[in-house]
């Protein structure tokens, strides 16, 4: 029996030291959102301590969590992306 991949959530956590405009910049470069749902993002990520910037399989999480994390350090910025998974109960 075939099933499908388990989901992993994209989480970008907050940290004091980026500017918001960064952030929406880092979204709209790394996972492709408009300038409207990259602010939906990072107002979350403001106001709740981090934001949901994606749902995928765990390969593609993975990838688009390095993509955040190499794009921020190149620009010398402490922003900050993990995965977790999504519980299937």
Do not use: W
């Amino acid at each position: 029996k075939l099933t499908n991949p388990s989901p992993y959530r994209v989480i970008l956590r907050n940290a004091n030291y980026n500017h918001m405009e960064f952030v929406i910049y880092g979204l709209q470069t790394c996972v492709s959102y408009d300038k409207e749902k990259a602010t939906h993002i990072m107002l979350a990520v403001h106001t709740k301590g981090k934001g949901v910037c994606g749902i995928y399989t765990k390969e593609v999480a993975e990838t688009k969590s390095n993509q955040i994390n190499s794009f921020a350090k190149q620009n010398e910025h402490p922003l900050v992306s993990d995965i977790e998974p999504i519980d299937e109960d």
